[in-house]
């Protein structure tokens, strides 16, 4: 009886990390395509950043893996597989197992979160994309200056990780370098000399100093 | 119970030594949110900064700032308002400890931090008021004493207290240089945040009932929380779990900001928030257990038949996908709401064969917390995190002194309290266009409620002063029971006379509103008293002209409508002359 009452249950399916502390995880890569919410038709150059985020003891805490891709001609994006990959037994949030980031400049940046798949629990060691071979679709953006720096806002500095560490950072600095260097491509557009561009620019600023050299001083 | 018993033996021996974080929180984005929304509708804390001619988008010290991606990826762009929500996201720093981290236990990713200021964070209201408390293992400090500066505080502990608020304050107005005030004017919200976590936090049943839910060494740190983690969702409006759509927007609104006695009462006592959220909401660790007799809780009632049951049909969202209608038994808890006098209902628990997430069956039903409990206590705390947040700002701003300038360029201060004393000393500041500023004269003073000083003679400055002087005043010292109390506001300042010039006097001429002070209700629009003041010495802006606007008293709003000179010995007419007292009563 006491034997059972220890077997991890159905929902613990991984006994290793539930119980042993050995946790693993990994994706078998997959693919979507991106299209006009409008037209229908596929966009070429979004960008897609995607991080597969762990639970914390204080919330979301940083990614284990991140790959970015652009989507060509076709509007395909492609991610690899990873894995397998240690890390820790409060496993990988839900829904953010990967957390997908796409940006184009004129349309709105979009956060696609995982739609997992049956039985997925937090420590399943094979995290499959929901939307592998399906398309997903970007709205135009339509508004002011001001929204349009909301936008960016959100594609460099995307609320769902949580707090990462720095060495999780800087582990995937290339992947968020390729995103910081296509947001500030687009300040450079806005109209200088207005605060609101100035302030994001500035920041931006910095954080891709920490990007470049581990540091902001 | 038992197989979490077990787990502690087991454990208890190696964690003997180890402090360790036993406490989530509510999570960044959803303290973001709460303070964000408390900032706005602070009137106390609007009421200073446009006191002090600071603009809520200026910006002070934002090289110090933590940067993005160690902030919960908020952008600190430096305003008064985005260091409170700084402070607010910092207050869950915790130390590395590498002994957890193969126990499962998530590393730190704040900036290194020398004490894991989340064991502070709880407060057992109903179990004589401590903290977070497991014998041998760990142990913190109140979360209202943290908070407080009563326990804790000290160069290498908590130096983001209340006290340490007060005291950046202080250095924010009286600092020499613009670099000093502005890293000062930072701390002062970063601290600000600082203390209103600790509030929020409150507003969480699991800080108020001794539920620790670290997800970290789960026997004993306990289950991460669904609530939280939920909740967070609603901040960031992003999907949970396996919900096919975006989690509704928190509700933030709706509870306006008390006003109580002390600081401590918002926290306990009986409109405290701990109170509050303790004796009328179950947490998933304490939930509603007769056998265990609700952890030796008190409140809510620890039996079924004291709440009103209901059968409800909710959404629930099998682990095969998609959405079916599932059956809830829900116990709604009619509760009275201590501060507004209200009644107020919430679904505080659940019994049904759906688990927490309402994912999976169970053979048998069980008590549960789900989402729609979730729900229903989330429209009832996140407002009051609020309003109690919004609450303890207004209390720590609430000081409102001022000062005006007499014809002969004395200063008469006022204490613009209704029902406090302030006594302390007064300082006079004079600012030149660099920025750097001195003091100009200091008193010590003790001014009845709504009462003002004699005019007292104070160092002038030359004639016609460069453009960008300015002049404060600041008060440090006791106001009603509440020590070091620290306030200041924008003054005129004092000049010495210019020589009579060929072409007569200059003279300003303001059209001013009065409101007058009624006992027991607002005055009416029709009540309010429009009168002309005609001055020479003048409130001087940043490029030394006339003010645009100026308030001799706080009941007083005067805005310049004519500048011009008049022959020498003529005065305007029609206009008073006189220096605008607190108890001004117009004729008639």
């Known amino acids: ?217 | 119970m038992k197989h979490r018993r077990w787990h502690i033996a087991l454990f208890i021996g190696a964690l003997s030594t180890m402090s360790m974080e036993m406490s989530d929180a509510y999570q960044f984005r959803t303290h973001g949110a709460i303070t964000e929304e408390a900032f706005r509708v602070s009137r106390g804390v609007n009421d200073y900064l446009q006191g002090l001619g600071i603009n809520s988008r200026d910006r002070f010290a934002r090289a110090m700032r933590t940067e993005p991606p160690f902030l919960a990826f908020f952008d600190n762009n430096g305003t008064p308002s985005d260091w409170m929500i700084e402070g607010v996201i910092r207050e869950d720093d915790y130390t590395h400890r590498p002994l957890l981290t193969p126990l499962g236990c998530a590393p730190p990713s704040n900036p290194p931090s020398q004490i894991n200021r989340p064991l502070n964070h709880f407060l057992d209201v109903q179990r004589g008021g401590g903290g977070m408390h497991i014998p041998f293992i760990v142990s913190g400090y109140p979360a209202n004493d943290w908070a407080l500066g009563k326990q804790g505080r000290s160069s290498a502990g908590n130096e983001y207290s209340l006290p340490d608020a007060r005291h950046y304050q202080f250095l924010s107005l009286m600092g020499p240089s613009i670099d000093e005030r502005h890293r000062d004017t930072a701390l002062l919200f970063r601290a600000l945040g600082h203390v209103i976590h600790l509030l929020q936090d409150v507003a969480q049943p699991q800080h108020t009932r001794q539920d620790p839910h670290s997800g970290c060494v789960e026997p004993i740190g306990g289950h991460s929380s669904w609530y939280e983690k939920y909740i967070e969702t609603r901040a960031l409006t992003e999907t949970f779990r396996t919900r096919g759509r975006v989690s509704s927007a928190l509700r933030l609104d709706g509870y306006p900001p008390p006003k109580l006695a002390t600081y401590e009462a918002y926290w306990t006592g009986f409109k405290g928030l701990a109170d509050f959220s303790s004796r009328n909401f179950f947490s998933v660790g304490t939930n509603l257990d007769v056998e265990l007799g609700c952890f030796g809780l008190p409140a809510p009632p620890c039996r079924p038949d004291a709440y009103e049951v209901l059968n409800q049909i909710v959404d629930v969202f099998p682990v095969g996908g998609g959405i079916r209608a599932g059956r809830v038994r829900v116990f709604w808890h009619r509760m009275v709401d201590p501060v507004t006098g209200g009644l107020v209902s919430a679904q505080v628990t659940s019994r049904s064969l759906w688990d927490q997430h309402l994912e999976r069956e169970n053979l048998f039903p069980i008590f549960t917390l789900n989402t729609v409990n979730y729900d229903s206590a989330a429209d009832i705390l996140i407002p009051r995190a609020v309003g109690y947040s919004a609450g303890l700002l207004d209390r720590f701003f609430r000081a409102k002194i001022g000062a005006g300038v007499d014809e002969d360029q004395r200063f008469i201060f006022h204490n613009g309290s209704t029902d406090e004393i302030a006594q302390g000393f007064f300082f006079v500041l004079h600012e030149n266009p660099q920025g750097v500023r001195e003091q100009l004269a200091s008193f010590v003073l003790a001014l009845p409620p709504e009462g003002q000083s004699a005019p007292l003679a104070v160092r002038k400055l030359p004639p016609n002063p460069p453009p960008g002087t300015r002049c404060w005043v600041v008060f440090q010292g006791t106001l009603g029971e509440e020590r070091d109390v620290v306030a200041g506001s924008l003054a005129g300042c004092p000049v010495e006379s210019s020589p009579p010039s060929s072409e007569g006097s200059e003279w300003a001429v303001y059209t001013c509103l009065f409101i007058p002070s009624i006992p027991d209700r607002p005055p009416s629009p029709d009540e309010y008293v429009y009168y002309t003041y005609a001055t020479q010495a003048w409130i001087v802006d940043q490029d030394g002209n006339p003010a645009f606007s100026m308030t001799p008293n706080w009941r007083t709003q005067c805005w310049l409508s004519a500048r011009g000179f008049l022959p020498d010995g003529q005065t305007p007419t029609n206009a008073r002359l006189d220096f605008i007292p607190a108890d001004f009563v117009p004729p008639g």
Not at chain 1, 148 to 171: F, M, N
Request: with cysteine; charged share 25%; hydrophobic share 35%.
């Open chain 1, 1 to 217: 009886v006491a034997t059972l009452l220890l077997v991890p249950g159905p929902a613990a399916a991984e006994v290793m990390c539930d119980w042993f502390f050995r946790c693993l995880y990994e994706s078998p890569g997959f693919r979507f395509r991106v299209v006009d919410s409008e037209t229908k038709q596929p966009l070429a150059d979004v960008h897609a950043l995607a991080e597969w985020v762990l639970e914390g003891s204080h919330g979301r805490n940083g990614p284990l893996m991140v790959q970015d891709a652009a989507s060509g001609a076709d509007g395909w994006l492609r991610f690899s597989a990873w894995g397998p990959t240690h890390g820790p037994r409060t496993g990988l949030v839900l829904n953010l197992d990967p957390a997908i980031t796409l940006f184009k400049p004129g349309y709105k940046t979009r956060l696609l979160q995982n739609a997992y798949p049956p039985e997925t629990t937090e420590t399943t060691r094979l995290r499959r994309f929901g939307e592998d071979g399906k398309d997903t679709a970007l709205e135009p953006f339509r508004g002011t200056p001001a929204e349009w720096i909301e936008q960016l806002r959100k594609a460099v500095y995307p609320a769902t990780l949580g707090r990462p560490s720095e060495e999780q950072l800087l582990q995937f600095r290339s992947s968020y370098l390729k995103r910081a260097h296509r947001v500030r491509a687009e300040v450079g557009r806005l109209p200088q000399g207005w605060r609101d561009v100035e302030d994001f620019s500035w920041s931006l600023g910095r954080t891709i100093t920490f990007y470049e050299s581990g540091s902001v001083r």
